[in-house]
């Protein structure tokens, strides 16, 4: 059975850092693209980021870019979100999902449940 | 970046039909996938690729793509299918390659 689970979210004043991870398990990692998508309280769903299975291609919402580094390692089935320079507005549950296959153009066919990103003051 | 509008809110009584819509441009070289979320939980894959149904989702949920909408269809509408619902889709010409739609709250009456 896919598992999912992510961790590392918290409490984090503007301009901090936070690492977020996701751990794998019931599936063969190294051969599915992953992807970060988060949503503000009450708000829809935003996507995040994307890297396909080899690291290969990574890519970024716009917005984000310079901010946010997506990582993975596959001999330790994780996926990795480093944020930086934290504002108000990155406040949001983080999932992590995994791709329908190794590329970045697919549907997300399971989803973590989740982990909270506050940034306060 | 591409932009998916979909309607804010849909009522529905039990066993009607429910239909959902996502437009944008251009959605005929792309496909559309469909997520329902819960409250509190985290979103269910259950359209992909425009109308295939991942196993476990009933056949009472079904979806289509052309010309500049998608759209999702729920038939003979259940109490269990209040939640929100998100297109998706990959646009590998933006900046912004992921995309989802605005969310649309469907309401069993």
């Known amino acids: 059975e896919v598992h999912l689970v992510e961790s590392g979210g918290g409490l984090v004043k503007p301009g901090g850092s936070l690492r977020l991870s996701c751990a794998a398990s019931?599936?063969?990692?190294?051969?599915?693209?992953m992807n970060w998508v988060r949503q503000a309280p009450g708000k829809g769903l935003e996507w995040v980021s994307c890297i396909t299975s080899s690291s290969t291609y990574i890519y970024y919402a716009g917005s984000l870019k310079g901010r946010f580094t997506i990582s993975r390692d596959n001999a330790k089935n994780s996926l990795y979100l480093q944020m930086n320079s934290l504002r108000a507005e990155d406040t949001a549950v983080y999932y992590c999902?995994?791709?329908?296959?190794?590329?970045?153009?697919?549907?997300?066919?399971?989803w973590g449940q989740g982990t909270l990103v506050t940034v306060s003051s | 970046s591409y932009v998916l509008t979909q309607p804010p809110s849909v009522s529905v009584a039990p066993g009607k039909t429910a239909r959902i819509t996502c437009g944008g441009t251009?959605?005929?070289?792309?496909?559309v996938h469909w997520y329902q979320q819960k409250p509190g939980q985290a979103p269910v894959l259950v359209i992909y690729y425009d109308n295939d149904r991942p196993s476990g989702i009933p056949e009472r949920f079904s979806g289509s793509n052309s010309g500049n909408t998608a759209t999702l269809t729920i038939s003979r509408v259940e109490a269990g299918d209040e939640a929100d619902y998100y297109c998706?889709?990959?646009?590998?010409?933006?900046?912004?390659?992921?995309?989802f739609g605005t969310g649309t709250k469907v309401t069993v009456l």
């Open positions: 999902a995994r791709g329908y296959s190794s590329s970045s153009d697919v549907p997300f066919d399971y």
């Open positions: 998706h889709m990959w646009d590998s010409s933006s900046d912004h390659p992921g995309v």
């Open positions: 019931g599936f063969t990692f190294s051969s599915y693209s």
């Open positions: 251009n959605f005929l070289s792309k496909s």
